[in-house]
């Protein structure tokens, strides 16, 4: 079937916590695409008895739409081979179903269709360099069934770092507001603050919050501030998006800790906590810091993070933290590709397996489970695998069991290798399961109240009528990875578990405002230094209007 103009949903236990609603039985409604208070009698119903409605899940980080997604595609013609995704079959007044492939790094229609199977209808590619921004809005043109958008990198860009140096921050905000524009993006994104760009320039990199970038009168410490600052001042809907110094590397708790510090007060999202959470090095063994961390995140309301979850089996690590992927690809012997984008950023991609057999990814995996369940507000550390970095979405049901169901865990503890995992908080035993409201918050309602999307992640009236139901199991993994309904926009695009519907995403991007004499400085910079000419640089042609301001 597929969804009327209004539809009732009757009968399900309804998991909304933005709304309050926590497995109360009731009807939810909707018209004209949104969720209505009230339907009259005689509506068309579905009969959701039995089950379980949620709003449609948001992904607040991942890596599904940019150019290097497309170069890591290329890099795994074996996982291609391995996972066709043949055209669902889909009535003949939609736009034409088209194939494609699967693995850590799924095709773009594959990407929206695998989406929409487990209950998403919101994601965000959470790292775009500006310079490329033009190419991710076309993937997301061709991602079906998602709303979507781009964070965009800052924090090496050149023209940003001389703004700095010079201690015009005004004029960095102003920069970032015409970038935010011109390449349609939703928010901003720091990348290992300074260090991409030392690498670059043939620094190794930086450790430090005051370690100087390639000589300048630059630091990692100034970059943070100037550009949380003009988050702040531009009023976007989402807190500066913040990869921090020194991911993967032992003992690099303390770097993370000291950049919470560092802008305490400020409204500020730490993404991946997970690869930032470890304590160690200096001659010591690597071991878990998640403790530490999550007490400090705890403490501060104005701090909120996604955790990054390592999952076993085939990852693709993709991040503009060049110098980290080649420290990887010279330790893991794998394939490795470097991207240089000029005056902007860099980015490296190395594809990977976790074992659990394997002591570091053991580890990984327990971090990442601490910070959940030693959170005290699941609103401010919600779900994220940064896929496919820390694994692929379609693991998101298997993490969802992990954190419900202590006996899974502690199942899979045991078959862990040990070597560095002893003493850690989960090693020592977590009781606390997740309820099923809590879920509906990491999965829903916290991403989208983080990300400053008022209509998204609840089923209260004037939401998106993005609705997912779910058939009770007690195999949870199997619950969460086939819904048995998917409504998006008031549209039924999954029933019975098979796509019937593939509608288009609408675009989330922001436009603030900012001086215009801002303009002729940058312009002087982009014919001096760039490749690409001032008038040809922002995407135009947008779709959608953008999101309002606070």
């Given at each position: 079937m597929s969804a009327p103009e209004r539809l009732r949903i009757t009968g399900g236990a309804v998991h909304d916590p933005a709304s309050g609603v926590d497995g109360e039985v009731r009807d939810i409604c909707i018209e004209g695409g949104r969720i209505v208070e009230r339907l009259p009698a005689g509506v068309p119903t579905l009969d959701a008895r039995g089950m379980v409605v949620m709003a449609g899940g948001v992904d607040i980080h991942a890596h599904f739409a940019s150019s290097s997604c497309n170069h890591a595609r290329r890099m795994i013609p074996d996982e291609h081979a391995a996972d066709p995704a043949p055209a669902p079959q889909l009535p003949d007044d939609e736009q034409p179903a088209r194939s494609g492939t699967g693995g850590s790094v799924p095709s773009?229609?594959?990407?929206?269709?695998?989406?929409?199977?487990?209950?998403?209808?919101?994601?965000?590619?959470?790292?775009?360099?500006?310079?490329?921004?033009?190419?991710?809005?076309?993937?997301?043109?061709?991602?079906?069934?998602?709303?979507?958008?781009?964070?965009?990198?800052?924090?090496?860009?050149?023209?940003?770092?001389?703004?700095?140096?010079?201690?015009?921050?005004?004029?960095?905000?102003?920069?970032?507001?015409?970038?935010?524009?011109?390449?349609?993006?939703?928010?901003?994104?720091?990348?290992?603050?300074?260090?991409?760009?030392?690498?670059?320039?043939?620094?190794?990199?930086?450790?430090?919050?005051?370690?100087?970038?390639?000589?300048?009168?630059?630091?990692?410490?100034?970059?943070?501030?100037?550009?949380?600052?003009?988050?702040?001042?531009?009023?976007?809907?989402?807190?500066?998006?913040?990869?921090?110094?020194n991911l993967g590397t032992a003992g690099n708790y303390t770097t993370t800790l000291a950049s919470m510090e560092a802008l305490a007060g400020r409204r500020a999202?730490?993404?991946?906590?997970?690869?930032?959470?470890?304590?160690?090095?200096?001659?010591?063994?690597?071991?878990?810091?998640?403790?530490?961390?999550?007490?400090?995140?705890?403490?501060?309301?104005?701090?909120?993070?996604?955790?990054?979850?390592?999952?076993?089996?085939?990852?693709?690590?993709?991040?503009?933290?060049?110098?980290?992927?080649?420290?990887?690809?010279?330790?893991?012997?794998?394939?490795?590709?470097?991207?240089?984008?000029?005056?902007?950023?860099?980015?490296?991609?190395?594809?990977?397996?976790?074992?659990?057999?394997?002591?570091?990814?053991?580890?990984?995996?327990?971090?990442?489970?601490?910070?959940?369940?030693?959170?005290?507000?699941?609103?401010?550390?919600?779900?994220?695998?940064?896929?496919?970095?820390?694994?692929?979405?379609?693991?998101?049901?298997?993490?969802?069991?992990?954190?419900?169901?202590?006996?899974?865990?502690?199942?899979?503890?045991?078959?862990?290798?040990?070597?560095?995992?002893?003493?850690?908080?989960?090693?020592?035993?977590?009781?606390r399961e997740y309820t099923l409201n809590e879920i509906a918050i990491v999965t829903r309602a916290g991403p989208a109240r983080l990300l400053g999307l008022p209509h998204k992640g609840h089923l209260g009236a004037g939401a998106d009528a993005d609705v997912t139901i779910y058939s009770r199991d007690p195999d949870l993994a199997r619950m969460f990875s086939t819904p048995r309904y998917v409504i998006k926009d008031g549209v039924l695009i999954v029933e019975e578990g098979q796509l019937r519907r593939a509608p288009a995403g609408r675009r989330l991007r922001v436009a603030p405002g900012y001086d215009d004499a801002v303009l002729a400085d940058v312009r002087r910079h982009f014919e001096a230094y760039s490749s690409v000419s001032f008038d040809n640089y922002p995407v135009q042609a947008l779709p959608g209007e953008p999101v309002a301001l606070g």
């Open positions: 773009t229609f594959t990407t929206g269709y695998r989406y929409a199977g487990l209950g998403y209808t919101t994601a965000f590619d959470a790292a775009v360099a500006p310079l490329l921004a033009r190419h991710s809005h076309s993937e997301l043109d061709d991602t079906p069934c998602v709303d979507g958008g781009i964070f965009v990198l800052m924090g090496n860009d050149e023209y940003l770092l001389r703004q700095i140096e010079a201690g015009e921050r005004d004029r960095a905000r102003d920069y970032a507001a015409w970038l935010l524009r011109s390449t349609g993006a939703y928010a901003v994104k720091i990348v290992n603050p300074g260090g991409v760009e030392a690498w670059k320039s043939g620094q190794r990199n930086v450790s430090g919050l005051d370690d100087s970038v390639s000589g300048r009168r630059v630091t990692p410490r100034a970059i943070l501030e100037t550009l949380t600052d003009a988050v702040n001042a531009l009023r976007l809907p989402h807190p500066i998006h913040i990869h921090c110094n999202h730490f993404t991946h906590l997970q690869f930032h959470c470890y304590g160690g090095g200096s001659g010591q063994p690597w071991s878990s810091a998640a403790a530490k961390v999550i007490e400090y995140v705890n403490a501060h309301p104005e701090m909120s993070t996604d955790v990054g979850q390592v999952m076993f089996g085939s990852a693709m690590t993709i991040t503009a933290d060049a110098p980290v992927e080649y420290l990887l690809h010279k330790s893991s012997g794998r394939r490795w590709t470097n991207i240089d984008i000029e005056l902007e950023t860099g980015c490296g991609i190395v594809p990977l397996t976790y074992k659990d057999k394997a002591a570091v990814s053991a580890l990984q995996w327990v971090v990442g489970l601490e910070l959940f369940l030693l959170s005290a507000d699941p609103w401010r550390v919600v779900l994220s695998t940064d896929h496919p970095n820390g694994g692929s979405f379609l693991s998101y049901p298997a993490l969802i069991q992990l954190l419900m169901d202590r006996s899974v865990r502690d199942d899979q503890l045991k078959r862990l290798n040990p070597k560095l995992i002893a003493g850690s908080a989960l090693a020592d035993g977590i009781a």
